[in-house]
């Protein structure tokens, strides 16, 4: 998806439905978009406030406004990246809100992408299970386990409107990384399954615009990974095929700062294919089919 044009509304509400309103924070980047986008849910008797980004501080100060005189009953964090959650922190210090949501989780990540290593300093009050609810004066939000992206990502559903925020597990701009040790493909395809099989009426992703028909949406993320696998089998026939000439291959026209994401994404579906003996790993980076 191409850029909107700018300006892009950083520090701004837009209101997309009677209890939601969302903020963009000015972290745009190949990996993020526009941005990380903030969702305020609940009215001036009580919020919750959803991703609340990156510790920046004009981001925060911008919340603080949108926030007033509100009470901030929950800060949730949908995963731990650091373009998620390091907000939490000072907007929980200026609200004296407990910050609750996903399993706070410092795994050292060879990833991609620096600013999306794991956010250390996160300390949650309380973690929240599948199925656990949060209740505000006007919303109930449920949080919707979907490992895949990390291990401790969840989604959260807001029960009165049928609306999902599904931070960077369906993104409304492009596919989600999938990035090992702590992301899994296995994992991931299992939470597209889930999520495919609920009846949420729209998707507010973290990053990009919102989805609208989100049953379609999910079914063609699982086709396209399965697209992705099959490709991979096919590189393989030729013999021995390192992850770069597969990244080649499989994504032309791919802007270069993206190629070693997309290795990530390519690693998490091979060690998905070895997990169901369909391929084995040979000396160093090459790949071969299964005996």
């Not at 990540?109 to 300390?123: H, I, N, V």
């Not at 770069?244 to 997309?262: C, N, S, T």
Request: proline content about 9%.
């Amino acid at each position: 998806m191409n850029m909107p044009p700018r300006p892009w509304p950083t520090g701004e509400t837009e209101r997309l439905e009677p209890l939601v309103r969302r903020m963009l924070a000015n972290n745009p980047s190949p990996f993020t978009f526009t941005g990380t986008q903030t969702y305020l849910v609940g009215d001036a008797r009580g919020l919750a406030v959803i991703d609340p980004g990156p510790d920046d501080a004009e981001h925060i100060e911008a919340l603080l406004g949108a926030i007033d005189d509100a009470p901030v009953l929950a800060i949730l964090c949908t995963h731990t990246h650091r373009d998620h959650s390091p907000g939490a922190a000072p907007l929980a210090a200026a609200t004296g809100a407990p910050i609750i949501g996903c399993a706070p989780l410092t795994l050292e990540d060879d990833g991609p992408r620096a600013d999306a290593a794991f956010d250390t300093s996160y300390a949650p009050d309380t973690v929240l299970a599948d199925g656990d609810l949060v209740r505000l004066p006007s919303a109930t939000l449920m949080a919707v386990a979907t490992p895949g992206h990390t291990s401790n990502h969840l989604c959260f559903s807001l029960v009165e409107s049928g609306a999902l925020f599904t931070g960077d597990h369906v993104m409304g701009w492009s596919t989600t990384v999938v990035s090992p040790p702590d992301g899994d493909m296995s994992d991931y395809m299992i939470s597209l399954d889930k999520l495919y099989e609920r009846a949420d009426r729209v998707y507010y992703p973290a990053h990009g615009p919102q989805i609208d028909k989100p049953q379609q949406m999910v079914r063609g993320m699982i086709g396209h990974r399965r697209m992705r696998e099959r490709q991979i089998l096919r590189a393989l026939e030729t013999g021995p095929v390192t992850i770069e000439i597969m990244v080649a291959q499989m994504y032309p026209g791919l802007d270069v700062r993206l190629h070693r994401a997309a290795g990530r994404s390519v690693l998490a579906h091979l060690i998905d294919l070895q997990r169901r003996g369909l391929v084995v790993q040979a000396e160093g980076d090459l790949w071969v089919p299964a005996p």
